[in-house]
Structure formats: structure tokens, C-alpha cells
């Protein structure tokens, strides 16, 4: 079986979609389907088998990403499409316009992934326009767009029941992106904290993620202010980038955090990142828009607790006996939490035992089993008696 994915983003631009994309692409091989991508070129990436880049130009206001041609898009798409089995777009934007209007023109089925939601995403990046206008344009355009497909894959239970709010007639269903658990559970922390000056008995939170404002990464600095009331030493390590970084660097000199932060970029997945989770004592997570968490389930196939709360598709993870605590969504009760879980390890120690335990439900060969299974059902093919199909629809 061949899949033609169609995005406007994917690597080298770093964040969940790209993720979620690389890692199914990777595990649906043994499942036998072939992956195929279009998506955008972003500088001189080097040419790679099964994907086709389409030229663009840096987004205004956000030069990590690229507007790709509209023309140009759906002409590659359509090309790509010919000898497929089945369409799954994975961005709203032009890759939504030209996998739908490709899968329909050759009668192939359509699927899209809805990864963002856009509902509370937008108020971040335009805040002159009224939030009541913003959220109803944005509920109108996902239904819309859900709407036109042959079915919705969501990541989480809790984007299932917004999207059934705002009138998704589309089937949907649930299923999350995976963890190759090996990978992160084989990080080297001493390796981390040697590279970036951190003393070996210092304690460490750390947030992964892009550095963006729907990340609510404002919370944490405050939640780290007052963690530093009880554990003076605490230091929050923030590995990632993006367009709130020069403000949360300006709120951290605000709060007299200068030597109790550090900012370190982008991390190369296959080392550092989990070399990164190896060194932390503690995940630490506050947004509030999140549709899956993935960096959650990273951090507990690494052994590395997490406090978070509880909003959006971090639900389906935050729950007794699965290595998480979620505190009230107050900084102050947060960081009480936070400093509460570092000077008192014994007490806590269950969450390290219980973290990779769980994080053994989130592989990424069984979640690839389940889109195998989707994929063959939409395309009318037979499926193996060993691949049920378990997302909900």
C-alpha cells in the first residue's frame, strides 16, 4: 500500500507535526505501506527518497516556517498522488486545498490529522482582533475542513469532543502519535550536564518544546520563582526556539531568574534530546493547548516524572499511576509542587518507577499497527486478522 502525506511543514522546521509525520513514516514501513511526502524546502536540504519538496518563501513575522506556492503545491501533490492508495494531509493551510482537491480529482480516499488547535493557538499571534471573532472564524474553518474528509484522526479524546462541539460530522478517530521508547530511554544525563556546566547534584526541571506563547512557558518562570523559595538551586532548562524567546528571556531578568534558567536551542532527537531527559530530575509542562503531549510521553519512556497540567489532550496521560502529578493551574501552587517533588525525592520516588512503565502503552510500532489498519479500511483493502482496528471512531 502507498500513502501520499501532504504538509506545509516538516523537518528541518522542529515541532510536533514534523515529529509526528517522521515517526509513522518510519514505523508504517514494517507494517508494509509505503509513505510518500510532499512538503516544503526550506533551504538546501539534501534530496531524499519518497519526499518532494516544494519550494517557499520564510513567513512574515515567522521565518521558521514557509508558505509554499499554491500552484506549484498542487501540481506536486497531484503528481505524487497518481500511483497511491490514499491521501493523509496533516496541515490546514495549502496542503489541506491540494490533498483534498488531488484525492478527489483521482477517487482516492482522504484523511487529515487535526494537530493544532487553532482555537486557542490564533489569540496569541493576533491580539488586536477580538478572541470571541477569532474562536468562531476558527471553529467555522476546522468544521469546514473536517467536514470535506473521508474521516478526522485526532490525537486525543479531549480534541475528539471539541471537534464533535463544534459540529464534525466526519468519522474520527483517536490515535495518538508514538514513542520509540528505546531511544529515549538510552539518554546519558552525566554526558548533558558535563556539556552545558550543570553540577551533578544540581537539581533540574526541564521543558521541551517550541518556544512559543501558546506553550505558556510565562507560567513556569513564575512557578520556578517560587519552587526557588524552598530549593534555592532549582534550574529550568529549556530546550527549544521559536517567537517568545526574546519575551521569556525578558520575564526571566524580570523575575531574577538570570542563573536559574538556560536556553539551549534545538536538540539534535537522536542523542541529545534524550541525553537532555536523562539529566532532569523532573518534566515540567503548563500549556494549555496542547492536543497530544508527546513530550510528556518522551520524558516517562526516559524515567523522568512529570508535573503538568491537566488541559487538553495531556488528559489522556495525567492520571494515578502513570509517573505524572498535576498540580491546580495556579504558578504558585505549581511551584510549591515543584519544590516540594525536588527536596523530598523518597517520597516521590514512586513516579520513577512508574513513568517508564507507562510510557510502554505509547510505542510508536503499535500506533503504526492502528493508522496500518485505518488506512486499509478507508482504502478498501484487506486488513491482517492481527491488526484490530482500537481507535475510536
Known amino acids: 500500500m502507498r500513502v501520499l502525506m501532504v504538509s506545509d511543514v516538516y523537518f528541518p522546521r522542529v515541532n510536533g507535526v514534523s515529529t509526528s509525520i517522521e515517526t509513522f513514516r518510519r514505523t508504517l514501513v514494517a507494517q508494509g505501506v509505503e509513505v510518500r511526502l510532499v512538503v516544503p524546502r526550506y533551504g538546501d536540504e539534501p534530496d531524499e527518497e519518497g519526499v518532494i519538496r516544494v519550494a517557499g518563501r520564510p513567513v512574515l513575522g515567522d521565518p521558521e516556517d514557509r508558505l509554499v506556492g499554491w500552484r506549484a503545491m498542487h501540481r506536486a501533490v497531484l503528481e505524487a498522488a497518481r500511483d497511491c ?140 520563582a517560587q519552587a526557588r523559595q524552598t530549593r534555592p538551586d532549582t534550574l529550568l532548562v529549556i530546550a527549544g ?22 536556553f539551549i536551542g534545538y536538540l539534535d532527537r537522536k542523542q541529545a534530546l534524550p541525553d537532555c531527559y536523562a539529566a532532569a530530575d523532573v518534566f515540567v509542562f503548563a500549556s494549555r493547548t496542547e492536543t497530544q503531549g508527546l513530550v510528556l510521553i518522551e520524558a516517562l519512556a526516559a524515567g523522568v516524572p512529570v508535573i503538568a497540567l491537566s488541559e487538553m489532550g495531556t488528559t489522556d496521560i495525567l492520571a494515578p499511576g502513570r509517573g505524572t502529578f498535576s498540580p491546580p493551574a495556579d504558578p504558585k501552587a505549581f511551584g510549591e509542587t515543584l519544590g516540594h517533588f525536588l527536596n523530598h525525592p523518597a517520597a516521590w520516588r514512586h513516579l520513577c518507577d512508574e513513568a517508564p512503565r507507562y510510557a510502554q502503552e505509547w510505542t510508536d510500532v503499535a500506533m503504526a499497527e492502528r493508522l496500518a489498519t485505518l488506512y486499509h479500511q478507508l482504502a478498501g483493502l484487506q486488513c491482517s486478522p492481527e491488526m484490530p482496528l482500537t481507535a475510536a471512531a
Open 85 to 224: 492508495d490514499l491521501v493523509h494531509i496533516q496541515t490546514p493551510f495549502i496542503a489541506h486545498y491540494a490533498g483534498l482537491k488531488a484525492a478527489r480529482q483521482l477517487g482516492l480516499p482522504v484523511v487529515a490529522t487535526y494537530h493544532t488547535l487553532f482555537e486557542e493557538y490564533l489569540q496569541h499571534y493576533a491580539r488586536f482582533i477580538p478572541a470571541g471573532w477569532l474562536r468562531g472564524q476558527a471553529r467555522a474553518f476546522s468544521r469546514r475542513q473536517c467536514n470535506q474528509l473521508d474521516a478526522v484522526i485526532v490525537p486525543s479524546t479531549a480534541m475528539r469532543q471539541r471537534l464533535d462541539a463544534y459540529g464534525v460530522t466526519s468519522p474520527m478517530h483517536v490515535l495518538p502519535t508514538g514513542i520509540p521508547l528505546a531511544q529515549f530511554a538510552a539518554g546519558d544525563g552525566m554526558v548533558f550536564r558535563l556539556r552545558h556546566g550543570i553540577a551533578e547534584d544540581r537539581p533540574v526541571a526541564l521543558f521541551v518544546g517550541r518556544v512559543a506563547h501558546e506553550k505558556n512557558i510565562g507560567f513556569l518562570l513564575e512557578a520556578l
Open 241 to 262: 526556539e521559536g517567537p517568545a524567546m526574546s519575551d521569556l528571556k525578558a520575564q526571566t531578568a524580570a523575575l531574577g531568574l538570570q542563573d536559574s534558567v538556560i
